[in-house]
């Protein structure tokens, strides 16, 4: 019989939905009128950027007709926003669903410049990420490698390394980039590509970059939580990606600029993209702590290979330790600040809320700026819902992922019952150390018991910090940094248990297949007449005789 | 503002699914040749009762019918099956839209006799139950009260009372029906309605019937059990309902028959109603402890009116305590055994399994047979997703019931955080004690807390029996009698807290809804330019200073 040979593990099937294309609604026509509005591009080689924030008064006006297209057309502020946040919201269960179409509109309603980014947005996506990603959001795009592919490798092949978009993809000749320190430097300078690449010491770093979204869906699935301008995607467990990136630190290219002055206290990158915060457009802009340029990479490689456009091309920032977020991609500028960024993705996204702060009252100021992700791990496999054949131990193989400085990843453990007992991966099951990256890690967990069990990880870090216990621990009003012990649910079939390998040989004599698990037996459970017999001789008493 | 006159509870609108009208696929008519099977109704006024029990081998014609029509049309045994369960599987959630085309099919294959069974069955449910009724299954009828329905009154009004059919439901003459007893009695006779209306002493208990697959939504949430012949329906909280029942106690008829021979231990009651169990009929047959004769009414009366068709008429029993399945309707035959009935009914299904029991070994032998029910309870309004308004305290109301004998439900308490802290419902705020119904039950939890918060209540017995904690505490492979704790999902809005106030006068303010609760805010949530000037000044500093 197949299923006496070894431990093995199927899929039920009814885990991951299949990557299909998403096109969005790209349908909107109106008010795209040519050379009607001022909004152009900022130069020749730099497609799909404009200077917002060199622009406020173009910023005012695209606010206003975004406001004006929506109040006429709509009956109540939220009237569109609310349908597809619900389609949204519906489809939450299945991976691979929401198209994107109120972001797309943003960009169409702003005429012939804009129009057409999210579907060439699209056509970068396809033409440079691999076929197998799931597709979080398709504008922006958001999509994440498969739980069979990411832990194939500790270094994420290119392709499959997740991708997580605020608005277009910019399209950067390198010749024409160049990137623009200014504010609180002491010696402002722009430095070209030419100039990164050969004019400082060049460093490669193993680091891995997580959203801050990594695992949403578990926080989406516990309760509904704001379904921000952002759009917060419901990824899964693969939002991060490990490469070695190439490319300049910071702190050697701000002593460059002759060093910070002293008052000095953040460094505000801007991305080339466009994004919008309640209709109004601006470049994608954030900040980090100066003390971050340390280890800051100004990166132009990413694993060997020049950025593509959709990771950035042709440079960006890689923070390490710190939310994806703060990454920013097709950097053009870096400013010294007294303060952290007002841009809104800095002071008005990525908040963390405290528990009693819901929609009924929170302020952007009841939230703190996410920098460095916690200590978090997950499953890969099995997957939920799988139905596992062993022999009393089952195979577990997953992540593990710190952020913070100074800080790694020390230990991961596996239970096979939600939490009473747990099992260390032993040192040979885990991958090496790293400062910034990830750790993979696979382990036999014993396991007798049968049917549905509820398997958890956890992972510790250097300092002995582990994972909440339950989602809710951790739940917030944004649903970022979901790091509360990952649960799956499997069918644990013990081949070694001789009612449970007669039962599969009876099975099989009859070509009847186990699954699915809900589908009732094909065959009779026992034989029937014996079990009638053994009720009629009352060996099977259920009421007391005395 | 009208928000703030008192704390009111509004529907999200995602709680029930409205009752619309199943019909179920009825168009299979192979092999429906007039006068070619010998299948016949057994006798005139009895239309819908063939008495398969009496016709071994029809039962075996039957069955070789539908195994050859399964085989010949299928590609593997169960795959129409399987179709037909994946599909209920998948539309668990959403109660109301199970269609039972397999069991209808059932009929239908076995010829003119049977076909319109199944359509007739609907159209009698049509014609006495209330439309307000959320059907669980069309074919055989389940459906169950609204969650609003059901608490309005302690005794369940005719029409809102749950139907848990296992078959047809058959139409019998009053004159035509006779009670016939038999097996281990020491003088066996026949009864007619006019006998047992007006030649016994007549009793009138208040008695609560309810479905051993009460609540079982909540098991097949956590994991899918089996989906057995019967067809386990995703009940959820209402399949339950309270009456005063008039007729004759078992014991009573027993008495008249000269009583029990010295070694009968069961007696078995015969349904007239025809179900399958693996393609082959029988009548709906189960059996009791000769105990339970004592308090089991012989029942032609609910709430004063005659048994309705639907109810089993003309005569049904009531046995308090038990599960429904053993209460059986359109009653004609009491048969006193030695032993537990060896019908399917009693003896492979509402069998309570082990937990390390499952597809992969479980045999009847492995379960016992239900018969009293545990503690429960459930939590009527608020309705799992609602946003609450109130001001301070929420009123929480539901039911609670115990079966068994001696018994009753004793205590009930409510937890506003997942079972952390519990709140007992006072004396006041719960309905009369009885030795065989349910009580009703509100009272007020003190709720500083806001946002997305766990209730969950559970109720004592008269032996200080609660409830397990969990749902998986008793989940089983038949996901039979679910009594763990019942928890819903609500949004707390406390309006006396003055930012929740704020917030809400302020959507009062620009006609901007709260709901729902995960569309985004319609205004800033605190003027932007002040709080930027704060992150500016550094007044909310995210790193150290020193």
Redesign the interface.
């Known amino acids: 019989m197949d299923f006496t040979l070894a431990a093995k593990t199927f899929s039920t099937g009814n885990s991951i939905a299949k990557p299909t294309e998403l096109t969005g609604d790209l349908s909107f026509k109106e008010g795209v009128v040519e050379g009607a509005l001022p909004f152009k591009e900022t130069a020749a080689g730099w497609h799909g950027y404009i200077a917002w924030h060199d622009h406020p008064d173009w910023k005012e006006l695209a606010k206003a007709i975004l406001d004006a297209a929506q109040k006429g057309q709509l009956e109540?502020?939220?009237k569109p926003?609310?349908k597809a946040?619900?389609d949204q919201?519906a489809r939450c269960n299945a991976v691979g669903g929401i198209v994107g179409s109120r972001f797309s509109e943003y960009f169409m309603r702003l005429g012939p410049v804009l129009y057409d980014w999210p579907a060439e947005s699209w056509e970068t996506v396809k033409k440079e990420k691999s076929r197998n990603l799931q597709h979080v959001l398709s504008f922006p795009y958001n999509g994440e490698a498969t739980k069979d592919d990411i832990v194939k490798e500790v270094i994420t092949p290119n392709p499959l390394h997740f991708v997580r978009n605020h608005g277009n993809i910019p399209l950067i000749d390198v010749d024409a980039w160049s990137l623009e320190f200014g504010g609180l430097v002491n010696d402002p300078k722009s430095i070209t590509f030419g100039q990164l690449k050969s004019a400082f010491p060049i460093k490669t770093i193993t680091c891995t970059i997580a959203c801050s979204g990594l695992r949403r869906k578990e926080q989406q699935l516990?309760?509904?939580?704001?379904?921000?301008?952002l759009i917060n995607a419901p990824w899964t467990e693969q939002a991060l990606g490990t490469a070695k990136w190439t490319g300049v630190t910071l702190k050697t290219l701000i002593d460059y600029c002759g060093g910070l002055k002293e008052d000095a206290?953040d460094l505000e990158f801007y991305g080339a993209d466009t994004y919008f915060k309640?209709n109004k457009p601006d470049n994608y802009i954030v900040s980090i702590?100066v003390?971050k340029m340390e280890d800051t990479i100004i990166a132009f490689e990413m694993n060997g290979e020049p950025l593509t456009a959709t990771h950035g091309a042709p440079v960006r920032a890689v923070v390490p330790g710190y939310i994806g977020a703060r990454s920013v991609k097709w950097l053009f500028r870096i400013k010294a600040l007294?303060?952290?960024s007002?841009a809104p993705a800095q002071?008005e996204e990525y908040l963390y809320f405290t528990?009693?702060?819901?929609?009924?009252?929170?302020?952007?100021?009841d939230g703190?700026?996410i920098?460095g992700m916690p200590i978090s791990s997950a499953i890969m496999s099995p997957k939920n819902g799988e139905v596992v054949y062993h022999s009393g131990k089952i195979k577990v193989s997953g992540w593990a992922y710190t952020g913070g400085s100074d800080n790694w990843v020390e230990r991961v453990e596996v239970s096979p019952n939600g939490g009473a007992d747990w099992y260390a991966v032993p040192r040979e099951g885990i991958t090496q150390k790293y400062w910034h990256a990830w750790r993979l890690w696979t382990v036999e967990v014993p396991t007798p018991?049968?049917?549905?069990l509820?398997f958890t990880a956890r992972a510790w870090d250097a300092n002995m910090n582990t994972q909440p216990t339950l989602v809710?621990d951790g739940?917030n009003?944004d649903t970022h940094v979901t790091n509360s012990c990952h649960h799956i649910?499997i069918?644990s079939?013990n081949i070694t248990?001789p009612?449970?390998a007669?039962?599969?040989a009876l099975l099989h004599k009859?070509?009847?297949?186990?699954e699915?698990?809900?589908?009732?037996?094909?065959v009779?459970?026992?034989d029937e007449a014996e079990?009638?017999g053994?009720?009629?001789?009352?060996e099977?008493g259920?009421?007391p005789v005395e």
Chains 1, 2 share one sequence.
């Open positions: 109540s502020p939220f926003g609310q946040y619900d919201m516990e309760a509904l939580g704001d379904f921000d301008e206290t309640r702590p003390r007294s303060h952290p007002l002071s528990h009693q702060t819901g929609k009924h009252n929170y302020r952007w100021s703190f700026q920098g018991a049968q049917g549905y509820d809710r739940w009003w649910q069918y079939l248990d009612s449970t007669a039962r599969l009859h070509s009847a297949p186990f699915p698990v809900h589908v009732p037996l094909a009779e459970p026992e079990y009638l053994r009720i009629e001789r009352g099977l259920r009421e």
